[in-house]
């Protein structure tokens, strides 16, 4: 939706997980998250209710009833005091919650809107540890009790599909297994907190281009193996209470209106029995929404004034004038629909009923006493630290340049992104931190007064920037005199749409126009790399840049995403060693965008001579099931990542059962420093009827290990692990035969085989 406009030793986030941020030593314990609700009680807090749901509908009146169905600010809806029935408030906050917006607008400096920035999607997917998860969801849930917010607008799990997508950072993967288990634990982690979770963007919203009106087109294979299962596992797993429809058009349809998404798929073949609201300004006709799964409409057509920069209530009074609301299409407009068809009724009670669920479900009625959450507390900003010491991926590493000698004297930091704060980026993911640490100022509280630290920023950013001569011999000048470089670039957040256009680089509402650095950075980087080799170069950002004109002149490289408030100080701690690197790629990183399944198999972003239509002709082959398949070259391949210590895959055991099997190895810390290894599972089918990629990511687990240490691994692969959705018959399928199974460190580091016959 659109916008308007420590270093920690010895934190221990208790409440959240059982792992202490800071030494190596901390990674010898695998965080563990407190014994989270089973599905089962989600949908009991959702279904406990009936009987007094029953009776405030009897006590309803229509008008009151469609006065619920609908946004009457921008985030907030419904209320009906004559039956004590509060207003629903939401907020944005994928990673953090928004500051105050609508009717309760305030001041950007007013103390409740700075809270914990906790890093993006994309760093909490790259940790490959579901713990994590759940303690960034309590995070998101305590601090929305403490602002009074009933739903966090989050997580986003859309599939990232193409590269050039503005939104990648807020979502987790290319893959939809790893997709499904990181979600649970988000969305268990903040309904636990009492606050509802509301997963996005339900379905096929991969493209910001065109995003509102596009038409997507894909095989019903491809939505049920790639694009649905992570909704899947919200709904049946994580148990979440409501959900947001998207707003691209699925097969002719939009999808917030679409009845085969919402009715047949959402409602009755998953039995969801939550809520499922518009994305803002989403929904397009009342008769639709009305009879297709739309239960809350939400957002206008005024894109909430984002015109302005002006930062008074005065300046947003349109927003707050009833009569916008009153003209949705789940207003006026469907008030008079059902007095003049009254076998509408029920669809309006259905509807009600959901948004009561999940008011009961989150302690908004019936009673209970709401949980007071906490803001922005150490143990939060302890939790923002580790998923971001988990996240940032090690790239690169000849040599072991990395990791950095605390005895240097010199230490030169170039690169605009060493100074930049992004929480403020990003489109609805923008936030107002407490505070944010950034590259410079991290490794400044890593080395203290004894190191001598220099900083040029060796580009602008600014549209079009080309590179900067001036600029570009400060900082050959800075690393020439330095022992070694720490290089801080990448990519940004786009603050204004109006400002950045088509160039703006991971936000909300426009994709990127390329994957290369932008504001002339290759240049730069080439020329401080020829003035110094000892340069660590560190790439912020939501995915994959093109590092091809430079990467094999450099050391090293870092991917470090958007880290979030404590993201500085956990660069240095990886970069000097006091942490080791865990973090594990969870996309595919392409030589370059010509690449990319969606160049070479699919359309992106539109079918030529059909701009509003994309035939998703990649089909099942997104990410490393593509560049696995047909044999293509990564530049970094999915679930890859280095760490200071190497480790050792014992023998596999497989042991299967009637439609399963289980996978036992051991493994071993080889080196001298504590470390943890993602150990990943892959099925290889190669008798199907059906092509199947040539692997499939169907287990993991992500395993801490002391020096010497070795540690049994555990892989279960239930008969959902071998199965392909066959279209004729319009169910999943397990083809009998033989499959090999391929345990890893990435999906193009296989270290150990096995077969299990089905």
Request: hydrophobic content about 40%; proline content about 6%.
């Amino acid at each position: 939706m659109l916008p308007f406009s420590i270093r920690a030793q010895a934190l221990v986030a208790a409440a959240l997980f059982c792992a202490t941020a800071g030494a190596a030593s901390a990674q010898t314990k695998k965080p563990g998250a407190p014994a989270a609700k089973p599905v089962a009680n989600a949908q009991q807090a959702l279904l406990g209710h009936e009987v007094e749901i029953d009776a405030l509908l009897k006590k309803l009146t229509l008008e009151e009833k469609v006065h619920m169905i609908h946004a009457n600010s921008a985030f907030a809806a419904g209320g009906v005091p004559r039956l004590n029935i509060p207003e629903i408030m939401t907020s944005d906050g994928p990673h953090g919650v928004r500051p105050e917006q609508g009717r309760d607008w305030k001041a950007v400096d007013a103390p409740d809107n700075a809270g914990t920035y906790l890093p993006t999607n994309n760093t909490l997917a790259a940790t490959w540890n579901p713990a994590l998860g759940y303690a960034y969801g309590t995070v998101l849930g305590s601090e929305a009790n403490f602002r009074g917010k009933d739903i966090i607008l989050g997580p986003g799990i859309n599939i990232i599909r193409a590269p050039l997508n503005g939104r990648n950072f807020e979502y987790l993967s290319e893959d939809p297994y790893l997709v499904s288990k990181m979600v649970v634990g988000y969305i268990r982690g903040v309904q636990d907190q009492g606050v509802s979770a509301c997963v996005k963007h339900y379905a096929a919203n991969n493209q910001e281009t065109h995003r509102d009106d596009v038409d997507v087109e894909m095989s019903e294979r491809a939505l049920r193996e790639i694009y649905l299962p992570g909704f899947k596992a919200a709904v049946q797993q994580g148990g979440v209470y409501s959900l947001m429809g998207s707003y691209n058009k699925f097969r002719g349809t939009y999808a917030t209106e679409n009845a085969y998404l919402m009715n047949d798929i959402l409602k009755k073949e998953w039995g969801f029995k939550g809520l499922v609201m518009s994305d803002w300004g989403s929904v397009h006709n009342t008769q639709n929404a009305l009879r297709n799964g739309t239960d809350l409409e939400m957002g206008t057509d005024l894109a909430i004034a984002y015109k302005s920069t002006a930062q008074t209530v005065e300046h947003f009074k349109p927003v707050f004038n009833k009569a916008i609301y009153d003209r949705f299409y789940l207003a006026d407009a469907a008030l008079t629909a059902v007095e003049k068809d009254p076998t509408l009724v029920p669809l309006v009670d259905d509807k009600v009923r959901r948004i009561l669920r999940v008011m009961y479900a989150t302690h908004m009625l019936g009673g209970a006493k709401r949980q007071p959450g906490s803001h922005n507390t150490k143990a939060h900003q302890a939790t923002a630290l580790k998923v971001a010491e988990e996240g940032i991926v090690l790239l690169k590493n000849d040599g072991n340049f990395l990791p950095l000698k605390k005895t240097v004297k010199t230490v030169a930091v170039i690169g605009a992104n060493a100074t930049r704060e992004n929480a403020g980026g990003g489109g609805s993911a923008q936030l107002q931190a407490k505070y944010e640490i950034t590259a410079l100022q991290g490794l400044k509280n890593e080395l203290g007064s004894q190191v001598a630290i220099t900083y040029a920023p060796g580009y602008k950013i600014a549209k079009d920037q080309k590179p900067d001569p001036v600029l570009i011999a400060e900082a050959v000048a800075a690393a020439k005199a330095a022992e070694v470089v720490v290089y801080v670039g990448g990519s940004f957040h786009g603050y204004d749409y109006k400002k950045w256009g088509d160039n703006a680089y991971d936000s909300e509402a426009v994709d990127k126009p390329d994957l290369h650095l932008p504001f002339g950075q290759d240049e730069l980087v080439k020329a401080v790399l020829a003035a110094n080799p000892n340069t660590v170069v560190v790439l912020l950002g939501g995915g994959p840049i093109d590092v091809s004109p430079w990467v094999s002149q450099t050391k090293a490289l870092v991917e470090a995403w958007y880290p979030g408030m404590e993201g500085g100080n956990a660069l240095a701690h990886l970069l000097f060693g006091d942490v080791n690197f865990s973090g594990k790629l969870p996309l595919t990183f392409p030589v370059k965008l010509e690449d990319s399944p969606t160049a070479v198999l699919g359309e992106y972003p539109s079918s030529p001579g059909q701009p509003l239509k994309v035939v998703y002709k990649d089909d099942i082959f997104v990410g490393y099931r593509y560049y696995d398949t047909y044999k293509v070259a990564p530049q970094y391949p999915f679930g890859y990542g280095l760490s200071y210590t190497t480790f050792k895959y014992g023998p596999l055991t497989v042991t299967p059962g009637p439609q399963s099997a289980t996978v036992k190895l051991s493994v071993t810390n080889n080196g001298r420093v504590a470390g943890a290894e993602v150990v990943q599972l892959y099925v290889h089918d190669g008798h199907a009827a059906v092509k199947r990629p040539e692997k499939e990511l169907k287990s993991f687990e992500k395993v801490f290990l002391k020096p010497g240490e070795t540690k049994t691994v555990t892989l279960a692969l239930p008969a959902e692990s071998f199965k392909y959705y066959d279209e004729g018959k319009k169910q999943w399928v397990l083809a009998p035969g033989k499959f090999d199974l391929l345990v890893g460190s990435s999906s193009r580091d296989i270290r150990q085989t096995g077969t299990v016959r089905l």
